[in-house]
Protein backbone atom coordinates (compact mmCIF):
# COMPACT_ATOMS: atom_id res chain seq x y z
CA UNK A 1 0.00 0.00 0.00
CA UNK A 2 1.54 3.29 -1.03
CA UNK A 3 0.51 6.33 1.44
CA UNK A 4 1.48 9.70 0.87
CA UNK A 5 2.91 10.72 4.64
CA UNK A 6 2.61 14.28 3.82
CA UNK A 7 -0.43 15.03 2.28
CA UNK A 8 -1.68 12.29 5.43
CA UNK A 9 -0.17 14.72 7.94
CA UNK A 10 -1.09 18.06 6.05
CA UNK A 11 -4.66 16.94 5.99
CA UNK A 12 -4.80 16.14 9.63
CA UNK A 13 -3.27 19.15 10.56
CA UNK A 14 -5.45 21.14 8.52
CA UNK A 15 -8.79 19.12 10.07
CA UNK A 16 -7.42 20.29 13.55
CA UNK A 17 -7.47 23.70 12.63
CA UNK A 18 -4.15 24.81 11.67
CA UNK A 19 -3.14 27.42 8.93
CA UNK A 20 -1.18 25.52 6.04
CA UNK A 21 2.36 24.55 6.89
CA UNK A 22 5.23 26.36 6.04
CA UNK A 23 8.24 23.92 6.22
CA UNK A 24 11.25 25.30 8.04
CA UNK A 25 14.26 27.03 6.34
CA UNK A 26 17.25 27.85 8.47
CA UNK A 27 18.39 31.25 8.60
CA UNK A 28 22.00 30.07 8.61
CA UNK A 29 24.17 26.97 8.01
CA UNK A 30 24.75 24.58 10.76
CA UNK A 31 27.94 24.44 12.98
CA UNK A 32 29.87 21.42 12.26
CA UNK A 33 30.78 19.72 15.51
CA UNK A 34 33.90 17.25 15.12
CA UNK A 35 33.68 14.19 17.25
CA UNK A 36 36.99 13.89 20.00
CA UNK A 37 36.49 10.57 20.67
CA UNK A 38 36.47 7.54 19.23
CA UNK A 39 32.82 6.01 18.86
CA UNK A 40 33.94 3.01 21.28
CA UNK A 41 34.90 5.61 23.82
CA UNK A 42 32.15 8.21 23.28
CA UNK A 43 28.93 8.33 25.56
CA UNK A 44 25.82 7.69 23.21
CA UNK A 45 22.79 9.69 23.82
CA UNK A 46 19.13 8.69 21.85
CA UNK A 47 16.35 11.26 21.16
CA UNK A 48 13.16 9.59 19.69
CA UNK A 49 10.79 11.55 18.25
CA UNK A 50 7.98 9.09 18.54
CA UNK A 51 6.36 10.29 21.57
CA UNK A 52 7.34 7.49 23.84
CA UNK A 53 6.66 7.36 27.23
CA UNK A 54 7.23 4.52 30.59
CA UNK A 55 4.99 3.53 32.87
CA UNK A 56 4.34 6.29 35.02
CA UNK A 57 5.04 9.11 33.01
CA UNK A 58 2.42 11.39 31.54
CA UNK A 59 1.26 10.82 27.73
CA UNK A 60 2.03 13.48 25.49
CA UNK A 61 -0.94 15.91 23.83
CA UNK A 62 -1.59 16.33 20.58
CA UNK A 63 -1.16 20.58 20.39
CA UNK A 64 2.38 21.61 20.37
CA UNK A 65 3.77 19.17 23.25
CA UNK A 66 7.24 20.73 23.56
CA UNK A 67 7.88 18.39 26.62
CA UNK A 68 10.32 15.57 26.56
CA UNK A 69 10.02 12.16 28.95
CA UNK A 70 13.10 10.68 30.16
CA UNK A 71 13.14 6.71 29.93
CA UNK A 72 15.42 5.30 31.78
CA UNK A 73 17.58 2.76 29.72
CA UNK A 74 17.27 -0.34 31.63
CA UNK A 75 13.26 0.50 31.08
CA UNK A 76 11.69 -2.70 29.50
CA UNK A 77 9.96 -2.39 25.72
CA UNK A 78 6.40 -3.96 27.76
CA UNK A 79 7.22 -0.23 30.03
CA UNK A 80 6.94 1.97 26.74
CA UNK A 81 3.87 3.30 25.57
CA UNK A 82 3.00 5.83 22.51
CA UNK A 83 1.12 8.93 22.59
CA UNK A 84 1.87 10.67 19.10
CA UNK A 85 -0.46 13.16 16.84
CA UNK A 86 0.23 10.44 13.78
CA UNK A 87 -1.39 7.94 15.80
CA UNK A 88 -1.88 5.52 12.35
CA UNK A 89 1.76 5.40 11.85
CA UNK A 90 2.18 3.44 15.65
CA UNK A 91 0.86 0.23 14.95
CA UNK A 92 3.99 -1.26 14.72
CA UNK A 93 5.74 0.23 17.41
CA UNK A 94 2.59 -0.46 19.79
CA UNK A 95 3.88 -4.47 18.60
CA UNK A 96 7.68 -3.60 19.10
CA UNK A 97 8.84 -0.14 20.47
CA UNK A 98 12.29 -0.80 19.30
CA UNK A 99 11.40 -0.04 15.35
CA UNK A 100 11.13 3.48 16.80
CA UNK A 101 12.25 3.77 20.02
CA UNK A 102 15.54 1.54 19.85
CA UNK A 103 16.01 0.53 23.66
CA UNK A 104 17.33 -3.06 22.94
CA UNK A 105 19.38 -2.09 20.04
CA UNK A 106 21.34 0.76 22.10
CA UNK A 107 21.81 -1.34 25.26
CA UNK A 108 23.41 -3.73 22.77
CA UNK A 109 25.53 -1.65 21.17
CA UNK A 110 27.14 -0.97 24.87
CA UNK A 111 27.03 -4.08 25.54
CA UNK A 112 29.78 -5.43 22.83
CA UNK A 113 31.79 -2.52 23.43
CA UNK A 114 30.44 -0.57 20.22
CA UNK A 115 29.90 2.68 22.13
CA UNK A 116 31.77 3.53 25.67
CA UNK A 117 28.49 4.23 27.09
CA UNK A 118 24.47 5.17 26.84
CA UNK A 119 23.47 8.08 28.51
CA UNK A 120 20.99 6.49 31.48
CA UNK A 121 18.36 8.38 29.90
CA UNK A 122 16.73 8.05 27.08
CA UNK A 123 14.73 11.15 25.58
CA UNK A 124 11.63 11.50 24.08
CA UNK A 125 9.25 13.89 22.60
CA UNK A 126 6.39 14.38 20.66
CA UNK A 127 7.56 15.03 17.19
CA UNK A 128 4.47 16.60 15.36
CA UNK A 129 5.17 19.98 16.54
CA UNK A 130 3.21 22.30 14.39
CA UNK A 131 4.97 25.93 15.93
CA UNK A 132 8.62 26.35 14.73
CA UNK A 133 9.12 29.00 17.70
CA UNK A 134 8.24 26.58 20.17
CA UNK A 135 10.68 23.97 18.71
CA UNK A 136 13.37 26.32 18.45
CA UNK A 137 12.88 28.46 21.81
CA UNK A 138 11.48 25.57 23.28
CA UNK A 139 11.61 21.60 22.78
CA UNK A 140 15.66 22.19 21.22
CA UNK A 141 16.95 23.88 24.21
CA UNK A 142 15.76 21.24 26.30
CA UNK A 143 16.89 18.44 24.73
CA UNK A 144 20.59 20.04 24.33
CA UNK A 145 20.49 20.76 27.65
CA UNK A 146 19.66 16.83 29.07
CA UNK A 147 22.27 15.84 26.64
CA UNK A 148 25.14 18.34 28.24
CA UNK A 149 23.67 17.14 31.50
CA UNK A 150 24.26 13.31 31.04
CA UNK A 151 27.39 14.22 29.17
CA UNK A 152 27.00 13.03 25.81
CA UNK A 153 29.21 12.94 23.29
CA UNK A 154 27.42 11.34 20.35
CA UNK A 155 23.68 11.49 19.73
CA UNK A 156 21.53 9.45 17.64
CA UNK A 157 18.15 11.02 16.04
CA UNK A 158 15.22 8.47 15.69
CA UNK A 159 12.87 10.77 13.81
CA UNK A 160 9.07 9.17 13.67
Known sequence: MNVDYMDVIKQRYQN???????????????DKCNINLPVTESK?????????YSVGQKAFHYK????????EKNTTTEDIHFS????NYLVNARKDPN???PINQI????SKGYVGSVANEILSCMGGIYSQ????????????SEF???????????PM
Do not use: M
Not at 64 to 71: A, C, G, L
Open 107 to 110: NFLE
Open 148 to 158: RRQKVDIALLV
Open 99 to 101: CIF
Open 44 to 52: LGLLSTSGA
Open 84 to 87: HITE
Open 64 to 71: DDTSIRRI
Open 16 to 30: LGYQPYRWFKAGSEV
Open 133 to 144: RRVLSELAPTVL
